[in-house]
């Protein structure tokens, strides 16, 4: 499958992302990622990245279309991918469907996760993160086992993102409302969109997510208290599928 996964920022397509990636076998695509790698390498596209990431700001779309052109073309997504961040434009959008037109393949779904604003800086004002794994974690409802390494990674020190200041919160919504939101009309009018709220636990919204994707399960796990989730996961609403759980959830649309 090729999926686009769509929502505000901190409403949890990372999170949720990379875990339908590892289990599904799919690339995780995540252009958020490629670009605060490069700001961490220092490469020219970082050097230009950093400072619009820094203001909240979107980096051009041609830059965005080229980084993931090649990104999608290596072995690991010939399988499936997911995308997150991306498309995060319409132009950006019909980039996409033309590169993977030529490759006679297409976008199958796109899922978008909603939540209210509220929560969404509740959880990218306390959101830290492994600078090795990229695993994202959360002061209060996804704390690592000691309270400040990664569980992964012992001894790797978690950090809060650069852009998860207020301030910067504040814009990247605005952002999103008046660049990002028009995707979702745009997957909703040729029957590719599943809407998922992204309130309540992880675990609930990962149930679903897999339930609106009508995704196989490829390692069905006996064990009811193993999530895969990191520690200590949130509570909140019950999560669902149902269009009335997600009009509830739709921020800004
Ligand atoms: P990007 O990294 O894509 O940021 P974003 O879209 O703003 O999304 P986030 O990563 O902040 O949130 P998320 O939805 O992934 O939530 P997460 O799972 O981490 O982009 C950053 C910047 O790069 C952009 O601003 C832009 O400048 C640039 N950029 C990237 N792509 C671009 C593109 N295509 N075009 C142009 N520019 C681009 O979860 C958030 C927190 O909540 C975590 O702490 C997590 O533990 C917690 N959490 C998750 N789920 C739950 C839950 N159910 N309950 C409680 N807590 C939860």
């Known amino acids: 499958m090729r999926l686009v996964l769509l929502g505000p920022p901190g409403v949890g397509k990372g999170t949720q992302g990379r875990r339908l990636a590892g289990e599904l076998g799919w690339a995780l695509i995540s252009t958020g990622e490629m670009l605060r790698e490069a700001v961490a390498k220092g490469t020219p596209l970082g050097r230009a990245a950093g400072r619009l990431m820094a203001a909240g700001e979107l980096v051009e779309d041609d830059i965005m279309v080229g980084l993931v052109r090649d990104r999608s073309a290596e072995p690991d997504a010939a399988r499936g991918f997911v995308l997150d961040g991306f498309p995060r434009t319409v132009p950006q959008a ?12 297409r976008i199958d779904l796109a899922a978008y996760l909603g939540a209210p604003e509220v929560e969404l800086v509740r959880r990218l004002s306390g959101r830290l993160e492994c600078p090795v794994c990229k695993r994202a974690y959360h002061r209060t409802d996804a ?3 000691d309270g400040r390494h990664c569980d992964d990674h012992p001894g790797v020190e978690l950090r809060q993102r650069a852009d998860d200041a ?6 990247r919504l605005d952002v999103y409302r008046v ?3 028009p995707l979702v009309d745009y997957y909703r009018r040729d029957g590719r969109l599943r809407e998922v709220s992204g ?3 992880m675990d609930e919204v990962y149930r679903s997510l897999k339930q609106a994707l009508e995704c196989p399960d490829p390692d069905p796990d006996p064990d009811p208290t193993s999530s895969g989730a990191p520690s200590g ?4 609403a019950s999560s669902g599928v149902s269009s009335d759980a997600s009009r509830r959830a739709r921020p800004g649309r």
């Open 179 to 181: 660049q990002t939101a």
């Open 166 to 171: 207020e301030e910067t919160v504040r814009k």
């Open 143 to 145: 704390r690592p086992r």
């Open 233 to 236: 996961a949130s509570s909140g």
């Open 94 to 105: 019909d980039a996409l469907e033309a590169m993977l037109a030529e490759r006679a393949q």
């Open 199 to 201: 309130l309540g636990a």
